[in-house]
């Protein structure tokens, strides 16, 4: 009888490895240098208060997999992507991490290798957000797009409307140029630098007339996250 169940132990052993293998973990640190109490994560921590470390990390190693911290439970407010790496502060998010999760990897985010959120979109409706100050409503149709950048603070300017992912915005000749944005729909993530690198900033539906967080006239790429 022993000798029948070994093949089936074989199979699921087999099986389990890969989902192992593509396990992340992060560990947050309560002081700068990565000193003070640390707290090791392996799973999605939609708030961080449970573990009595709600607005406590000042400094993060992620020792493998890509993770989202947010400053709001739930996985809301502003967001920062972090990829393997030793951060030894967190500049504008410093005591201010209330949750974390893993994002990009299989089976985690749409199967797609890059750093996108594991949960599915949130629907939402297709349209414009209601007008912009100075344009006189949102039925114009240059309001529409998921994403409207503008050259001047207060959404003035000729805006660069875009619905997808841009990985330099040169290409656009609108890089480093970005003053205020409107997100008509989805949660998108902006960086300074091309390729999704360097500082970014994830924000939602909403409109933005001065642009904060180090992105004033930064901005390089930006993708939807949600």
């Known amino acids: 009888m022993v000798r029948s169940f070994r093949p089936a132990l074989l199979c699921v052993a087999t099986f389990l490895a890969p989902a192992t293998a593509f396990a992340g973990e992060i560990t947050l640190f309560e002081d700068a240098g990565f000193r003070g109490r640390p707290v090791t994560l392996r799973s999605d921590t939609g708030d961080l208060s449970r573990m009595g470390f709600n607005d406590k990390t000042s400094s993060i190693i992620v020792r ?7 400053k709001d439970a739930n996985y809301r407010g502003n967001c920062r992507t972090l990829g393997p790496g030793r951060y030894s502060s967190m500049p504008g998010m410093n005591d201010a991490v209330s949750s974390a999760r893993e994002v990009g990897r299989p089976g985690h985010g749409g199967g797609d290798h890059r750093p996108y959120p594991p949960r599915p979109p949130r629907p939402e409706p297709e349209r414009p957000h209601p007008g912009y100050p100075g344009h006189g409503g949102g039925h114009r149709p240059d309001a529409s797009g998921a994403v409207l950048m503008f050259p ?35 949660r998108w993530e902006f960086c300074v630098d091309a390729n999704f690198r360097g500082r970014c900033v994830v924000m939602g539906p909403g409109s933005y007339a001065r642009l904060h967080n180090g992105l004033d006239r930064r901005i390089s790429s930006l993708r939807r996250v949600r």
């Open 64 to 70: 493998s997999g890509t993770w989202e911290v947010c």
């Open 152 to 186: 001047d603070a207060g959404m003035r300017g000729r805006p660069v409307r875009l619905d997808r992912e841009v990985r330099d915005l040169s290409h656009y000749g609108f890089n480093d140029r970005a003053e205020s944005i409107i997100v008509n729909y989805g």
